[in-house]
């Protein structure tokens, strides 16, 4: 229970410190969205439309810096993010929610796949080191890991895409189709998505492996496997149940972070397919200094990440006893 409570305190802390960075970053940077927006109308808005629109962006420049505090804290604990400056008057809200679907959709599930595999694979070959699958299998996906996403993306879209016309070049269904839940819909949807999900895959599962593999090797050296061995434990037992089930504790971790990081999707990936997601809206809201759609977007980010250490921190704390202080 203290050690609970003491990563419950962790996530509070680091939240608010966190919150407030987002609050002062943007109000530290010159000019506002405000000014931005009235920059779209060529300066013709009076001076009290431009008030108006502070408001509507919470950068009220005509009261105090605490009070602006407050009420961002109390807005974001009620949802209340403002209006979007490149979807205006749509609310940021609704922007991110609306994106939020495609890219839990696609870059969690290639997240949650990309580890599983990548375990499982580190696992054996660790089991099998030196053999065929450890001298093969491996190594493959990890020089396939140091190519950046853009490149494997762009040859993606000019194979399969392109030159053998298999799969669309991007987006996340066809231009033009009202989304429903229909079958030819979801259907469309995943065939936009394999390419895209096939990058994320291809990219990031050589890492897993390498970590998992690297784990399971210094496990496999420790006394009491040696123990499981002296007491004719089947090797499926030992290599999932004694060695797979310590190693995975470091990579959890790091799991539990890539898992928060789904949330912002992948950037570059998204930007490649102009799949309608997370990620592909920060960039837009960079680019268009659209500041309300980018504090709430790594606001977001942040609470993601710690969610999902602290959803790790739990799995952790059932795995390994000595976390619970059991010896």
Same mark, same amino acid.
């Given at each position: 229970?203290?050690?609970? %409570?003491? &990563?419950?305190?962790?996530?509070?802390?680091?939240?608010?410190?966190?919150?407030?960075?987002?609050?002062?970053?943007?109000?530290?940077?010159?000019?506002?969205?405000?000014?931005?927006?009235?920059?779209?109308?060529?300066?013709?808005?009076?001076?009290?439309?431009?008030?108006?629109?502070?408001?509507?962006?919470?950068?009220? #420049?005509?009261?105090?810096? +605490?009070?602006?505090?407050?009420?961002?804290?109390?807005?974001?604990?009620?949802?209340?993010?403002?209006? /979007?400056?490149?979807?205006?008057?749509?609310?940021?809200? /609704?922007?991110?929610?609306?994106? =939020?679907?495609?890219?839990?959709?696609?870059?969690?599930?290639?997240?949650?796949?990309?580890?599983?595999?990548?375990?499982?694979?580190?696992?054996?070959?660790?089991?099998?080191?030196?053999? @065929?699958?450890?001298?093969?299998?491996?190594?493959?996906?990890?020089?396939?890991?140091?190519?950046?996403?853009?490149?494997?993306? %762009?040859?993606?879209?000019?194979?399969?895409?392109?030159? =053998?016309?298999?799969?669309?070049?991007?987006?996340?269904?066809?231009?033009?189709?009202?989304?429903?839940?229909?079958?030819?819909?979801?259907?469309?949807?995943?065939?936009?998505?394999?390419?895209?999900?096939? #990058?994320?895959?291809?990219?990031?599962?050589?890492?897993?492996?390498?970590?998992? @593999?690297?784990?399971?090797?210094?496990?496999?050296?420790?006394?009491?496997?040696?123990?499981? &061995?002296?007491?004719?434990?089947?090797?499926? @037992?030992?290599?999932?149940?004694?060695?797979? &089930?310590?190693?995975?504790?470091?990579? %959890?971790?790091?799991?539990?972070? /890539?898992?928060?990081?789904?949330?912002?999707?992948?950037?570059?990936?998204?930007?490649?397919?102009?799949?309608?997601?997370?990620?592909?809206?920060?960039?837009?809201? +960079?680019?268009?200094?659209?500041?309300?759609?980018?504090?709430?977007?790594?606001?977001?980010?942040? +609470?993601?990440?710690?969610?999902?250490?602290?959803?790790?921190?739990?799995?952790?704390?059932? %795995?390994?006893?000595?976390? @619970?202080?059991?010896?």
């Amino acid at each position: 229970m203290q050690y609970i %409570l003491k &990563r419950l305190g962790f996530f509070v802390v680091t939240l608010w410190a966190a919150m407030t960075i987002n609050f002062f970053l943007p109000r530290l940077m010159p000019g506002n969205p405000a000014i931005a927006m009235m920059a779209r109308f060529h300066g013709r808005l009076s001076g009290a439309a431009l008030h108006s629109m502070e408001v509507a962006f919470g950068v009220n #420049t005509h009261s105090g810096l +605490v009070p602006q505090y407050f009420s961002y804290l109390g807005n974001s604990f009620t949802g209340h993010f403002g209006k /979007s400056l490149t979807f205006f008057p749509t609310t940021v809200a /609704s922007v991110v929610f609306g994106a =939020l679907p495609w890219t839990l959709g696609l870059v969690g599930v290639t997240t949650v796949f990309a580890f599983i595999v990548g375990t499982l694979i580190g696992i054996f070959a660790a089991w099998h080191r030196g053999g @065929r699958f450890d001298s093969v299998l491996p190594p493959v996906f990890i020089i396939l890991s140091a190519f950046p996403y853009f490149f494997v993306g %762009l040859i993606g879209i000019l194979v399969f895409a392109i030159k =053998l016309n298999w799969l669309p070049q991007g987006f996340g269904y066809v231009n033009g189709v009202s989304p429903s839940l229909s079958w030819s819909f979801i259907g469309d949807v995943l065939s936009h998505a394999v390419l895209p999900g096939a #990058t994320i895959i291809v990219t990031s599962i050589g890492g897993w492996i390498l970590t998992m @593999r690297n784990n399971m090797i210094s496990t496999l050296s420790e006394d009491y496997i040696r123990m499981a &061995r002296a007491k004719g434990l089947s090797p499926w @037992r030992i290599m999932l149940d004694y060695a797979g &089930r310590n190693a995975i504790l470091p990579n %959890l971790t790091g799991f539990g972070m /890539s898992l928060g990081f789904v949330v912002s999707g992948a950037i570059l990936v998204e930007y490649v397919f102009s799949y309608p997601g997370v990620g592909y809206m920060l960039l837009q809201a +960079v680019l268009n200094e659209d500041y309300p759609l980018m504090q709430t977007l790594f606001l977001l980010i942040t +609470v993601a990440v710690l969610v999902a250490v602290l959803i790790v921190d739990a799995v952790t704390l059932v %795995l390994d006893p000595r976390t @619970r202080g059991v010896s």
